[in-house]
């Protein structure tokens, strides 16, 4: 991170310039300008943790300076975070009769704070053998939830089977809430 300063006085003068983002980041450099000389700030890596927006306040301080007013500069970081989770399976349910014909359903939730395009997936599994697997288009708002249901299944085999619903979206930041699995 860095930033560019000036000083616009008559004298060379040696101050601090601070960056400040948010509640959790602060730096400072020590610069020494001739008059009308420009020079470059820089700060310590600022890891982003604070998803939205952050405010960022870049000031320098010079004691006795004489024209406080053009000493700061604001801004703002938005601090994009991009998350698809699988929260629950609802379809199928416990026993379903052989030959039933069922729609594999699933909730999915943005955890993220921007828009989502990605893939829903439904496996039915038992023993290595996919007996199922559908694929929906997923558009989803930030924070919202979405039941989404995927093509028929006709049942068939006896037996206990494995259902596995998970977001694949490229972009996701979170891959540890992509999956539920049912038995």
């Not at 989502?116 to 288009?137: H, L, N």
């Not at 006709?154 to 979170?174: H, K, P």
Request: with cysteine; net charge negative.
């Amino acid at each position: 991170l860095s930033a560019t300063v000036k000083n616009y006085g008559t004298y060379s003068e040696e101050f601090e310039v601070n960056l400040r983002i948010g509640d959790d980041y602060f730096s400072l450099d020590t610069l020494v300008l001739n008059p009308n000389d420009s020079g470059v700030a820089t700060f310590s890596a600022w890891q982003a943790l604070t998803r939205n927006d952050n405010p960022v306040i870049c000031r320098t301080v010079l004691l006795g300076d004489a024209n406080p007013f053009n000493d700061e500069r604001t801004g703002n970081i938005f601090v994009v975070v991009r998350d698809i989770g699988a929260i629950a399976i609802l379809s199928p349910r416990d026993s379903v009769l052989q030959g039933t014909t069922i729609h594999p359903t699933t909730i999915i939730k943005n955890f993220g704070n921007t828009p989502a395009t990605f893939s829903a997936w439904f496996k039915i599994v038992r023993d290595e053998t996919t007996y199922y697997q559908g694929q929906v288009p997923v558009n989803i708002m930030p924070n919202a939830l979405d039941t989404i249901q995927f093509p028929n299944w006709r049942t068939q085999g006896f037996g206990a089977f494995v259902l596995i619903s998970y977001s694949d979206w490229f972009a996701d930041m979170n891959r540890l809430n992509d999956t539920v699995v049912s038995i």
